[in-house]
């Protein structure tokens, strides 16, 4: 089957995610910016975060599917998981947001974050074993550096936090600065796959 409805439905997935998690902001009490800070400075950056891994894991998909012709029902199962990971960053970041960055909801948001990268990697799996030996995704992610550094990133970050003692938490901040690491490493543009196309063309 062509692959335009689960492009369609997974963009409209990602939609919905960003608007849940902007809903969750608190609006100031006060019109000043120290009542912004106060009420939603927090929630105005793990906001930030979460947008960004949902915008990278959208461009990362378009870009995948732009080298996939059909697809058959295992990747529309895998594609599902992920997209399943993805909807519980609204519920993730909001605990974070709502607990100011302690232990238990950083780990969580960090597990929720390597859940979302191996759904990923598992879709990218089956995509490329229903395109065969001469895959074109297979050419065009080559090593996979970011892939491969990735979950290795959030586990760092997972067990930085679970070793956290007393009430410094800076194995908390060593955590979020771990997923920062991935998220700004992701966001710096990979036109591997457009390059694949300029060279080869789009499959079929």
Known sequence: MPTSRLEAFSDGVLAIIITVMVLE?????QPTLHSLIHTTGSGLLTYLLSFVYVGIYWNNHHHMFQLVRSIHGGVLWANLALLFCLSLFPFTTGWVDETRYQQTPVVVYGI?????????????TVVIRQ????????????????????????????FSALLNRGSERVGVWVAVACFVVVAIMWIVPDRR???????DGPPG
């Open 193 to 199: 796959i457009e390059r694949v196309i300029r060279e």
């Open 112 to 124: 929720n974050l390597l859940a979302a990268g191996v759904a990923y990697y598992v879709l990218q």
């Open 131 to 158: 395109q065969g030996p001469q895959s074109p995704l297979r050419h065009a992610i080559g090593a996979d550096f970011k892939g491969k550094a990735s979950p290795v990133l959030y586990l760092a970050g997972i």
């Open 25 to 29: 902001l608190k609006v100031p009490d």
